[in-house]
């Protein structure tokens, strides 16, 4: 809704590593996608190779690299019609997206062991190799006649789940939708809910072209009704909106330049 990545742009990214390094291990995999994204300029489009069968004219090429023209970034559907399935992708949006994607391979490349001997010669067998991942170290470890240092970080430091109402952001937008339903169904709130989430797109990318806004960052989905019990002993949501049948609340996240904080 807000332009991040849908499942069929990762779908592509993902299928694109595989193709390129059909040999690599899982690990490596994730490893290389990082590295390839964390450190791509997104200026050429991605896309995945077909079958030997299956060929895409040059009419289809030149229409799809025309209408891509002008977009942040551009990740092509795998079918015969090639459309940009990023196209709702926008500047802050993208700027999220990138800057995850360096983070992950920053966070990777403590994960990469020095070499496979200095691995090999950590830990004798594969339960210990194991337990060397899980618990971040550095420990000196014998390869051939000298010593050498193997910095090891946690794949849990990987995995861990960005923190929205961390320490990152200092300001918070919180838009509530609600509504009550005559009929006793959702049907139309539903539709209610497509139009203001419609709108909350255009909201996003308003807020970010304002001078005053350093960094804007959209929390993808809404909490429910049936959530903000919790939220509401938090201080993250008003206690007046319970009285809704149907509700859901959108946050994004600020950070404001100095000048504005003043």
Avoid: C
């Avoid at 994730?30 to 489009?45: A, H, I, L, T």
Wanted: proline share 3%; net charge neutral.
């Amino acid at each position: 809704m807000f332009g991040y990545l849908t499942g069929i742009s990762t779908a592509v990214l993902v299928a694109k590593i595989h193709q390129e390094y059909p040999d690599y291990e899982v690990a490596d995999l994730v490893y290389k996608f990082f590295e390839v994204y964390g450190q791509s300029d997104w200026r050429d489009p991605v896309t995945i190779k077909f079958g030997k069968k299956e060929k895409i004219s040059l009419s289809s090429w030149k229409n799809a690299l025309d209408n891509v023209d002008g977009d942040l970034m551009a990740i092509l559907s795998p079918n015969y019609e090639l459309r940009n399935t990023t196209q709702r992708v926008k500047e802050p949006t993208f700027s999220v997206i990138v800057a995850e994607f360096k983070r992950g391979f920053e966070v990777l490349q403590e994960l990469k062991p020095v070499s496979s001997e200095v691995f090999q010669a950590a830990a004798s067998n594969r339960k210990d190799q194991l337990q060397l991942l899980k618990h971040p170290t550095e420990r000196k470890v014998t390869e051939g006649d000298g010593e050498g240092t193997l910095k090891v970080s946690s794949w849990t430091k990987f995995f861990k789940r960005f923190r929205f109402f961390g320490k990152r952001y200092e300001h918070f937008l919180r838009v509530d939708i609600v509504a009550n339903s005559i009929d006793g169904t959702n049907d139309t709130y539903l539709e209610w809910l497509g139009f203001v989430e419609s709108q909350l797109f255009i909201l996003l990318n308003m807020i970010a072209k304002q001078q005053e806004v350093m960094e804007v960052r959209a929390l993808p989905t809404s909490f429910k009704n049936s959530e903000h019990q919790q939220y509401m002993d938090l201080g993250l949501v008003d206690p007046a909106i319970s009285k809704f049948k149907f509700v859901d609340t959108y946050f994004f996240g600020l950070k404001l330049h100095k000048f504005a904080n003043n």
